[in-house]
Nanobody, 124 residues
């Protein structure tokens, strides 16, 4: 059983930074893709970033390119999302997700495992 636990959310001023963590357990994740999604109030959950666990290939939503960085620590089974130059429009609940495939995907329906989410609020 795959378990994903996010942490690191909070309140930050516009222009600030936060690092989210996603601790993964229950499987060997070498054949998995890990993703971060976010959901703002009244909006659909949207793709943010993804990383192939083996090899480290990454993919980003256009809205976060150059500001967010996804990475993983294999020894700790943890995926990170470093967020910089945060703006109020980045305010959302951020979810970690796992997909049992080497292939990157931005589609929410391709991810079968989800964490409980962590709130990120960016004040203007």
């Amino acid at each position: 059983q795959v378990q994903l636990v996010e942490s690191g959310g909070g309140l930050v001023q516009a222009g600030g930074s936060l690092r989210l963590s996603c601790a993964a357990s229950g499987r060997t994740f070498s054949r998995y893709t890990m993703g971060w999604f976010r959901q703002a109030p009244g909006k659909e959950r949207e793709f943010v970033a993804a990383i192939v666990w083996c090899g480290g290939t990454t993919n980003y939503a256009d809205s976060v390119k150059g500001r967010f960085t996804i990475s993983r620590d294999s020894a700790k089974k943890t995926v990170y999302l470093q967020m910089s130059s945060l703006q109020p429009e980045d305010t959302a609940v951020y979810y970690c997700a796992a997909r049992g495939s080497y292939y990157l995907s931005q589609r929410r329906q391709d991810y079968g495992y989800w964490g409980q989410g962590t709130q990120v609020t960016v004040a203007s």
